[in-house]
């Protein structure tokens, strides 16, 4: 089935492992975000078996609001720890 989640309370650095281990792994780490989201598409789609994936990225559910002349920084890095 299809999963779509947010969460707020996800760790700031941590690896993501494929099904054959670590070959396929990647290393994600974010600042300034709050929130995680985590969306993968399930068996909606016939070639889902096959070509696998999920998509993971930094999420705001709150506005940052900033008085003027303030500035606000935010960075998501994605690392493979096999290359």
Known sequence: AELCRVYRHAPREFTVID?????????????????????????????????????????????VVLPPGATWQGAQCIRNPNL
């Open 19 to 63: 099904r054959q281990g670590r070959r396929n792994s990647v290393c994600l780490s974010r600042r300034g975000f709050e929130e995680l989201y985590v969306f993968s598409p399930g068996s909606k789609y016939e070639w889902y078996g096959k070509f696998a994936y999920v998509c993971i990225g930094p999420a705001m559910l709150e506005p």
